[in-house]
C-alpha cells in the first residue's frame, strides 16, 4: 500500500483573533507576572490547535483508504461471513454461489486466466497470490481464510484469523465429478450456508448439460477432444484423465484423449510433434492465453502445417478456463465449449 503523504492545513488556530492586551506603557518592561500569564495562555492556544491538527489528519487518512477495504469493512457489520481466499479456484466458486470473497490475489490478471465468473467491484487485491500483501490483510475485517496446501505457508500473515483448506483436484489417476462436488459441499459447510452450495452444485449440472445439447445440436459428429495449452510454439501441456476436463467431458457425453499420463497438476508435457498421434476423429483443442507471437511462431511451423489443424484436422480455440479452478471451472469450460468455433476435418 502506498503511503499516505498529508499537506499541512492552513492554521485555524484562534490566535490571529486574539485581541490586543491594554497595557500600561510605564514601565516599559514587563512584569514577571504578566509574563507568565502570556505563556500560558499562549501554550493552551498552540494545545488546541495541535488536537485540531492531529484530529483532521486522523480524518484524512481514513478518507484516503481504498474503496474496496472501506466496502469490506461495511459488510463486515453484517451476518455474512468475511472470506478471503488467496485460491482462485475458491475464489470462483464462491463467487459462482453467491459468496464472493471480500479478497483475493493477482486481481489484475484474474480475467486473463479465469475471466468467468467476473469479481465483485469491491474485491480487494491482496497482490501476489503465493505472497500476499500483510498490510492490506491488516486492514480487513476477516473472519476465515480458504485457501490449500499451496498457499499455507502465508497463513501467519492473517494472525489469528482461522485458516480451512479446501482442494479441487482428483484424487485418483482420473479426476472424477465427486472430486468437485464434495470440496464445494464443504465451502458450503465452511460459510455456513449449505444449501446454497448444494442448490450450485444442482445449477450447475443443468448448466453443463444445457451446454452439452447446445454442443451435440452444432456439432452431432464431434465426439472426442484433445486439450492443449501451448508454452511456446513448440511446446505445450496436454491436459489428462486427472485434470478437470475428463469430468467436464463426461458430463457432456465427450471422450478426453490423451497421450499419457500426467502428473499432479492434471498434464503431460508434449512437443508439437507428438500431436501426430491423435487420430483424425480427434478435435484438437487449444486453451488461451496465446500470446500473438507464439501465434505467428505456429503458424509459420513446418510442423504445424503438415498437422494439417484447421484444414484436414479438426481444431478450436477456447477463452481462458482456470485449468486448476473447481466446480465453477468445469460449467465455464462447459459453456465456452458450447459456444466453441470448430474449423477444419470430416467430423464437422
Known amino acids: 500500500m502506498p503511503p499516505i503523504l498529508y499537506t499541512e492545513q492552513s492554521s485555524k488556530c484562534p490566535i490571529a483573533k486574539l485581541k490586543p492586551v491594554s497595557v500600561t506603557p510605564v514601565p516599559t518592561v514587563p512584569t514577571v507576572p504578566t509574563l507568565k500569564w502570556f505563556a500560558l495562555s499562549l501554550c493552551l492556544v498552540l494545545t488546541a490547535c495541535n488536537n485540531q491538527t492531529s484530529t483532521q489528519k486522523t480524518t484524512d487518512q481514513l478518507d484516503e483508504l481504498p474503496s474496496s477495504i472501506t466496502s469490506a469493512a461495511e459488510n463486515s457489520h453484517s451476518d455474512r461471513m468475511n472470506i478471503v ?28 486466466w479465469v475471466r468467468s465468473p467476473k469479481l465483485p467491484s469491491s474485491t480487494v487485491d491482496l497482490g501476489i497470490r503465493y505472497q500476499p500483501n500483510a498490510e492490506l490483510i491488516a486492514q480487513l475485517p476477516v473472519d476465515m481464510v480458504i485457501d490449500n496446501y499451496f498457499y499455507e505457508h502465508a497463513r501467519n500473515l492473517y494472525g ?7 482442494m479441487f483436484a482428483a484424487k485418483g489417476e482420473t479426476a472424477t465429478w465427486a472430486d468437485y462436488t464434495e470440496p464445494t459441499r464443504e465451502l458450503g459447510v465452511l460459510i455456513d450456508n449449505p444449501k446454497m452450495a448444494e442448490d450450485y ?31 511456446d510454439a513448440n511446446n505445450m501441456r496436454m491436459y489428462v484423465a486427472n485434470s478437470l476436463f475428463q469430468p467436464a467431458l463426461e458430463q457432456m457425453g465427450r471422450e478426453l484423449v490423451v497421450l499419457g499420463k500426467g502428473n499432479n497438476w492434471g498434464f503431460v508435457p508434449i512437443r508439437m510433434g507428438d500431436l501426430a498421434q491423435l487420430d483424425d476423429e480427434t478435435c484438437l483443442l487449444i486453451i488461451d492465453p496465446l500470446s500473438p507471437i507464439t501465434r505467428a511462431e505456429i503458424d509459420d511451423s513446418l510442423i504445424w502445417q503438415r498437422l494439417g489443424y484447421g484444414n484436414t484436422r479438426c481444431v478450436g480455440e477456447l477463452p481462458p478456463v482456470w485449468i486448476y479452478g473447481g466446480m465453477s471451472s468445469l460449467v465455464s469450460l462447459a459453456n465456452k465449449l458450447s459456444e466453441v468455433s470448430l474449423k477444419g476435418g470430416d467430423v464437422l
Do not use: C
Not at 90 to 99: E, I, Q, S
Not at 160 to 166: F, K, Q
Not at 202 to 226: E, G, H, N, T, W
Open 160 to 166: 489469528d484469523v482461522p485458516a480451512e483448506s479446501v
Open 201 to 231: 452444485i444442482v445449477q450447475s449440472q443443468k448448466d453443463i448439460q444445457l451446454a452439452s445439447q447446445q454442443l451435440q445440436q452444432r456439432y452431432p459428429r464431434v465426439k472426442k477432444f484433445a486439450v492443449v495449452q501451448f508454452a
Open 85 to 112: 481466499s488467496p485460491d482462485w479456484g475458491n475464489a470462483a466458486t464462491l463467487t459462482a454461489m453467491g459468496h464472493a470473497p471480500i479478497a483475493t490475489g493477482d486481481i489484475r490478471v484474474w480475467d486473463r
